[in-house]
């Protein structure tokens, strides 16, 4: 079975810094993409940064490039997301996501979601 797991989220001020991880088992991350999503309430769920599976080629919202950085330890079967600079629009619940090619919102396999929350 494909689960996927994230964990590190937390509360933090403006200008801070976080590291998610997001842990996969049942397949090998070598075998997928997997991207990063977040969701505030209201709001369609936003892709925030992906990274290949054959090449590693890594892929950002232009709202996040710069600050945010995607990352993989295939042997772990985890990709991270050093988050830097962060801003209270970043608040929101962070998702990971694999699929063959970057995830979209159709892709089936997500973790649970960990909260983000930066106060002013």
């Known amino acids: 079975e494909v689960q996927l797991v994230e964990s590190g989220g937390g509360l933090v001020q403006a200008g801070g810094s976080l590291r998610l991880s997001c842990a996969g088992s049942?397949?090998?991350?070598?075998?997928?993409?997997v991207g990063w999503f977040r969701q505030v309430p209201g709001k369609e769920r936003e892709s925030v940064a992906c990274?290949?599976?054959?090449?590693?080629?890594?892929y950002y919202a232009n709202s996040v490039k710069g600050r945010f950085t995607i990352s993989s330890d295939n042997a772990r079967n985890t990709v991270y997301l050093q988050m830097d600079s962060l801003k209270p629009e970043d608040t929101a619940v962070y998702y990971c996501?694999?699929?063959?090619?970057?995830?979209?919102?159709?892709?089936?396999?997500w973790g649970q979601g960990t909260q983000v929350t930066v106060s002013s």
């Open positions: 990274i290949g599976s054959s090449d590693g080629e890594k």
């Open positions: 996501a694999a699929d063959y090619g970057c995830p979209t919102g159709e892709s089936t396999y």
């Open positions: 049942g397949f090998t991350f070598d075998d997928y993409a």
